[in-house]
């Protein structure tokens, strides 16, 4: 994809301190499609010492949201208008890895969906789908 | 309501490294409703620098979980099957209020809606609402 | 509310024969929220003999969407991006009613919520919720 | 797949007037894939000409849970206890065609997705996805 455009969004995950407090780190870029992955830290769980629906929801909707700026000029920014998730097993394991993907560009509305998988013992299992609508906005 | 199932609720939120990690404080539990507050952290920012989606997220989701827990009996447990979140507004200000209700009980599936407010200058203004179901399991 | 407005939303009603094959009647207009009926048709059941659930969908929905056009002006129409329905008890009785709202009004988004009720007996029972966005555009 | 099973869901779907009502038809089913086709009736239609969001939705959550009622047993049916759908273009043309998708099996909750397709001109369009949850009950 083009370079620009990746470096872009290197850039903007940068910036968003949610991301290193979570100790995510985006590991693939490419057109329509983005991969993020995150250990479930310490600080990240729930009641059950599980990975909290925060962190799964987190990394899951960053990935679709930098999915659709794969679309997008580079003056342009998106925000998340809506998104839903599906959790169907506790996050466990050594990390998470959230694959974000582009249904369908738009210059108003995109539709992304990302697919959140646990990794334990070296096996990756699928935990969560989410489906949403990112919007594009001016940078 | 029963204050040993409010205590429980108190429990429960304590063990939730993640709710520390975002500064977040349980502020109020009553019969189907449940109040949650955090600081906008610097480090749970998005890239305009505004409060992450997964901040509001955690927190509304959180609400909603335990506004359906005042329904349970002491041996129970819930935990986020879905939901869904329609983002509004940037989340900025002094902190932000999720306010979770239970709108329909039951021992199966309980369906809850949340509403996140950011104070502005002390001002409340809405940012975005949640519905989703909880799964009661046991403790 | 605006005379004009309420004729433009009874008229897009009339348009939509989906509504006559439901059965489906447009009850009240106001700011930012519309009441449908419907009777459940003996052709509009599901499996078990209850009201299907895109009854229920159908209504909610141009509900919803309606309690959003309330808030536009009449060169603008409105159509759904997404909604997500919580279905909470079958659809039993003499008819349903579905109430659309308009939570946040916009230029570019408008997000709104439904509640669809049966009426058995004479009695009203919640039955499902929505929450979803609508998109203003041009008529 | 097995024949009762296969059997059991041409019979669930016979038994929904609503389907009928559409012109719907139950195309194929196999182990958690359902496609289920259906004109764009004159009856069926929304204020601007095209086929009604609830058309589109009726098909998509039938084929998701019927998606899910592959993997259980003969004495069990499935309800839908929430769904989600984004609506990415206009439903026009010919017929529309929805594949449902059991993403995960489970005997308390079934994850589900459905894409639904417009075909015009011979050509198929992804037009809308739903994302949902089916609860299994006694039949």
């Known amino acids: 994809m083009d370079e620009a455009k990746r470096i872009r969004i290197y850039d903007s995950f940068a910036a968003q301190s949610m991301m290193a407090t979570l100790g995510a780190k985006l590991c693939d ?4 499609s983005v991969r993020i992955e995150a250990p479930i830290l310490p600080g990240a769980l729930q009641q059950q010492g599980f990975g909290h629906a925060g962190l799964t929801f987190s990394i899951g909707d960053s990935a679709a949201g930098y999915a659709a700026l794969t679309c997008l000029s580079l003056d342009m920014e998106v925000v998340t208008a809506e998104i839903k998730i599906n959790l169907m097993a506790p996050a ?15 210059k108003r509305l995109c539709v992304v969906t990302s697919e959140v998988f646990a ?8 935990i969560a789908i989410l489906q949403g609508t990112m919007v594009p906005v001016p940078a």
Chains 1, 2, 3, 4 share one sequence.
């Open 29 to 32: 870029v490419s057109d329509g």
């Open 92 to 106: 466990r394991g050594e990390k998470l890895i959230a694959v974000g993907k582009l249904v369908k560009p738009g």
């Open 119 to 126: 990794v334990e013992n070296g096996e990756e299992k699928l």
